[in-house]
């Protein structure tokens, strides 16, 4: 089955404590993205790849790091986590026609 | 600069049919993209324009009109599970990359009884 997978599903960290959020794909897209969806504001791209070891900046990648050294995965890293990043988060991947959305990641800074 | 515009909320009846507008202004453009998203669930894809007019699949509709930067989304014989919110998002042709998606804040719909 052609899937977006992310883990954790739901995590609460407190402030300053690192935390990977892990992304994989199985339908060989080249571009992944990750974003954050907050009330009103609506999904905002924090980083994507264009393909393995190509990665770049969305519109609000502050507090954030990805690396692409696989195909399938995109993790996105949080080193110094902060309430400000409590938030929604969702991994896509795609061609030129649609993007696939991983189910969701819950995160709670405190 | 690049803007969408949505409205923020809708309510409709059961059974009746619902218009979902988006206006955007962007640089370039290469396709309009409608999605639904249920509450605390992905996005899923709905429909895909990228020439002016009217494209229908099933009970949904999506319309573009490329000169007035306008789209809206067509619900027919609404249903309770049409209850979500609805994303227009923008394939701005003079982005980077080909891939990067423009979104707009999404509409919230409400079907009643």
């Known amino acids: 089955e052609a899937q977006v997978t992310q883990n954790p599903r739901y995590l609460i960290t407190v402030t300053g404590k690192k935390l990977t959020v892990t992304c994989s794909q199985n339908?060989?897209?080249?571009?992944m993205s990750w974003y954050r969806q907050d009330p009103g504001l609506g999904l905002r791209q924090i980083y994507y790849?264009?393909?393995?070891?190509?990665?770049d900046k969305g519109d609000v990648p502050e507090g954030y790091k990805v690396s692409r050294k696989e195909k399938r995965n995109f993790p996105l890293i949080l080193e110094s986590p902060s309430p400000n990043q409590t938030s929604l988060y969702f991994c896509?991947?795609?061609?030129?026609?649609?993007?696939?959305f991983g189910p969701g990641t819950r995160l709670t800074v405190l | 600069g690049q803007n969408i515009d949505q409205p923020t909320e809708m309510t409709a009846t059961e059974g009746a049919i619902v218009q979902i507008n988006c206006t955007y202004q962007?640089?370039?453009?290469?396709?309009l993209f409608w999605y639904q998203q249920h509450a605390g669930e992905a996005p899923t894809f709905l429909s895909y324009?990228?020439l002016d007019g009217l494209e229908e699949k099933g009970r949904f509709s999506s319309f573009l009109s490329r000169s007035k930067g306008y789209s809206y989304l067509l619900l027919k014989e609404l249903q309770m599970k049409d209850s979500a919110s609805y994303l227009c998002?923008?394939?701005?042709?003079?982005?980077?990359?080909?891939?990067?998606?423009?979104w707009g804040a999404g509409t919230k719909l409400i079907i009643k009884p």
């Open positions: 324009n990228v």
């Open positions: 998002a923008v394939r701005d042709s003079k982005k980077d990359s080909n891939y990067q998606l423009i």
């Open positions: 790849s264009m393909n393995v070891e190509v990665t």
């Open positions: 339908m060989n897209h080249e571009y």
């Open positions: 962007t640089s370039g453009f290469n396709g």
């Open positions: 896509a991947s795609g061609g030129m026609g649609t993007q696939y």
